[in-house]
């Protein structure tokens, strides 16, 4: 499967098998798998990082605790697909401050701190990058940005409108308080993901 997959992933790239949205990547599933499309090149480099964090991890006997990366070019990033943990309120929250039905996997501050030293890793606690495995516990699914690159090329990105920043707001549309991508300060458009705003 993972072979079809990579040799036609664009197929798969369809509002049914539609997953979920970043700042710089649109995610799509199929079946054991998602395709990771890049929205801005900064996609291509937070899943590079995802490979190389993955196959260190691997090598450390870690590698469970991360969705693994089997494939990744300038269009497109392969990993193994994990149920997303959900949304509390229509918003995002602390994995280590708030308690839900998913248990912590055995070495997980260990990760945590070879991530923060090692990869200087970015917003690693916040629920929209973990998924949950079939024990209910958390991996790791989006674990690419890097501090660096979140200061020297998101930051000025989203300040020039290149890419969402998320903000909570109410929607015009549905009219419930979530998370809205807006693109810099002259966005005024506060219509939701789920009424038709990418």
């Not at 929205?39 to 693994?68: P, T």
């Amino acid at each position: 499967m993972i072979v079809e997959v990579l040799q036609d992933w664009k197929k798969y790239c369809t509002d049914e098998n539609f997953v979920g949205i970043g700042s710089t990547r649109k995610v799509f599933r199929s079946g054991d798998y998602v395709v990771k499309v890049n929205l801005h090149e900064m996609g291509y480099l937070q899943s590079l990082n995802e490979q190389q964090i993955y196959d260190y991890m691997k090598s450390e006997g870690l590698g469970y605790i991360f969705a693994q990366v089997y494939f990744v070019n300038e269009e497109v990033c392969i990993q193994a697909y994990y149920d997303a943990l959900p949304m509390f309120d229509h918003l995002t929250f602390d994995v280590k401050e708030r308690e839900g039905f998913w248990k912590f996997p055995n070495q997980y501050e260990e990760c945590m701190e070879i991530l923060d030293k090692k990869f200087d890793s970015f917003d690693i606690k916040d629920s929209s990058n973990y998924g949950i495995n079939e024990k209910n516990e958390l991996v790791f699914i989006d674990y690419g940005m890097s501090k660096e690159l979140y200061n020297e090329q998101w930051i000025p990105a989203v300040e020039r409108g290149e890419v969402p920043h998320i903000e909570f707001h109410e929607c015009i549309i549905c009219g419930i308080k979530k998370e809205i991508r807006t693109y810099g300060e002259a966005d005024h458009d506060m219509r939701c993901l789920e009424c038709g705003k990418e």
